[in-house]
């Protein structure tokens, strides 16, 4: 297994293959949580190599090489600002891919984990090309998650420096990227979700209700779509977890 530190397109990233790879070999984009990085992922990539498949993980802007030295709390209020960059920025590796012939083959997949999982989502609405994907403990629905994180907020006794005015002018914004609200955007492709239970950063139940509804766009095809529960998991996915989502990628682009 070879792992080099690239940057594409002004992305600094990581690429996984063996020399054994080439044009035809299929493609994971993998994508780190909030306040992660790029090489705290090489667990899922290890699985997936070694199922033949090329894994790319990128830095999200201000995380990892990329960091600008930002608080939590700072971070916390560009959080939306990084995930609809990293959904643009998912397109310049696809197009980087294709232009230097490492994906003649054009299976690819996106997932992540956590942040990396709700911008895989967000892909999903937008690009038709993305093969298959994997969304561990991540939160389709923009709006709502919106919502959520503005409840904590409220709840810890915070406020969010925005007027009114403001938050319906970025949920407008989010509503583009909210798959939920179009999930005629899945189109049959195979999605596997991973989620605990008990997970009180990103809400297990608005998720799984979604799942529960979009199973109708996967009417006579059933197989394609997974909702693997832990019961008993927080917001930290499991072993078992990685290896499922890491299995459901590979066979999906095989």
């Known amino acids: 297994m070879i792992v080099t530190n690239e940057t594409w397109e002004g992305i600094p990233l990581l690429h996984i293959h063996t020399n054994e790879m ?8 993998f994508l780190h949580g909030f ?3 790029k090489e705290h992922n090489l667990h899922y990539a290890y699985q997936l190599v070694n199922k033949g498949v090329r894994v790319l993980l990128p830095d999200a802007k201000l995380h990892g090489d990329r960091s600008e030295g930002l608080t939590e709390m700072q971070m916390n209020l560009r959080f939306w600002e990084i995930v609809l960059n990293s959904i643009h920025e998912v397109e310049q590796l696809f197009n980087y891919l294709k232009v230097n012939r490492l994906l003649e083959s054009n299976k690819i997949g996106v997932a992540g984990s956590s942040m990396g999982a709700i911008t895989t989502s967000g892909c999903l609405k937008r690009y038709e090309w993305i093969t298959t994907a994997a969304i561990c403990m991540g939160a389709p629905g923009f709006v709502e998650l919106g919502k959520h994180q503005l409840e904590q907020l409220a709840t810890n006794g915070l406020s969010w420096p925005m007027s009114e005015a403001e938050i319906a002018k970025s949920n407008e914004l989010l509503a583009s990227y909210d798959v939920t609200l179009t999930p005629e955007k899945f189109a049959g492709r195979p999605v596997f979700f991973w989620h605990g239970k008990k997970d009180s950063t990103v809400p297990f139940k608005d998720t799984y209700t979604f799942y529960l509804k979009l199973r109708a766009y996967y009417d006579g095809n059933p197989e394609k779509l997974n909702f693997l529960v832990d019961n008993q998991a927080g917001h930290a996915i499991t072993r078992d977890g990685l290896l499922a989502a890491t299995d459901w990628l590979a ?3 095989a």
């Open 251 to 253: 066979q999906h682009l």
């Open 35 to 37: 306040m992660s990085a």
């Open 22 to 29: 080439n044009e035809q070999t299929p493609v994971v984009i």
